[in-house]
Structures are given as structure tokens and as C-alpha cells.
Nanobody, 120 residues
Framework: QVQLIESGGGLVQAGGSLRLSCVAPARTLSNYHMAWFRRAPGKEREFVAAINWNGGTTNYSDAVKNRFTISRGNAKNTMSLQMNSLQLEDTAVYYC?????????????WGQGTQVTVSS
């Protein structure tokens, strides 16, 4: 089991910024692929961003490209999502997820989520 804990969510005005963090308190995440997903009210969960901890590569959904930045922290058990130029459509519960290469496309490990609310 991999325990993941998100933090950093809150209320922010459109155009503002937030930084979300994901921590695995019991172990390093150096061998895990990490990602952020989100679920807006009344909608399905969607992919936001991912980072390959082994290769150092990242990718983003079109909705957040050029506004969000995913990165790993100096501590190997942490990673972050810097969210800039937030829009009303970014309002959602954001989830941290992790997987190994053997998991394929499935992320078996998830955090509880942190609420991000963007106001006008």
C-alpha cells in the first residue's frame, strides 16, 4: 500500500494561484509515476497532469497546459502541482495518484483529495 495525502486546496479568485502538494509519509516515491486528477461537481474524474519520476518527463491535459506545472519536491516522497491563472472551470476536487510500471494505465494508489474553488 502507498498512502498519499494532498494539501493546499482552498478558495481563490479567478486569475489567482494555488500550489497543491502530495506527500507519501511512509516511503519514497522515487520509483512511482505520479499524477493529478480532478473531479468537478456533477462530472467524471479527468486527468490533469503526470510526471515520470524515473525519466523526469511531464504531460498535461489541454485544459491546464501552460497554466499548471507538475513537479517533484526535493524530498523524494513529495510532489506538487503549481496552478496559475486559475479559471472558474478549474473548480474541482483534486486527487494525487501513483502507480508503478507494472500497473499499466491504472493508478492503484490515491489520496483523499483536496478541494479547489475558484471564484469570480
Amino acid at each position: 500500500q502507498v498512502q498519499l495525502i494532498e494539501s493546499g486546496g482552498g478558495l481563490v479568485q479567478a486569475g489567482g494561484s494555488l500550489r497543491l502538494s502530495c506527500v507519501a509519509p511512509a516511503r519514497t516515491l522515487s520509483n512511482y509515476h505520479m499524477a493529478w486528477f480532478r473531479r468537478a461537481p456533477g462530472k467524471e474524474r479527468e486527468f490533469v497532469a503526470a510526471i515520470n519520476w524515473n525519466g523526469g518527463t511531464t504531460n498535461y491535459s489541454d485544459a491546464v497546459k501552460n497554466r499548471f506545472t507538475i513537479s517533484r519536491g526535493n524530498a523524494k516522497n513529495t510532489m506538487s502541482l503549481q496552478m496559475n491563472s486559475l479559471q472558474l472551470e478549474d473548480t474541482a476536487v483534486y486527487y494525487c495518484a501513483a502507480k508503478t510500471s507494472s500497473s499499466g494505465t491504472v493508478y492503484p494508489y490515491w489520496g483523499q483529495g483536496t478541494q479547489v474553488t475558484v471564484s469570480s
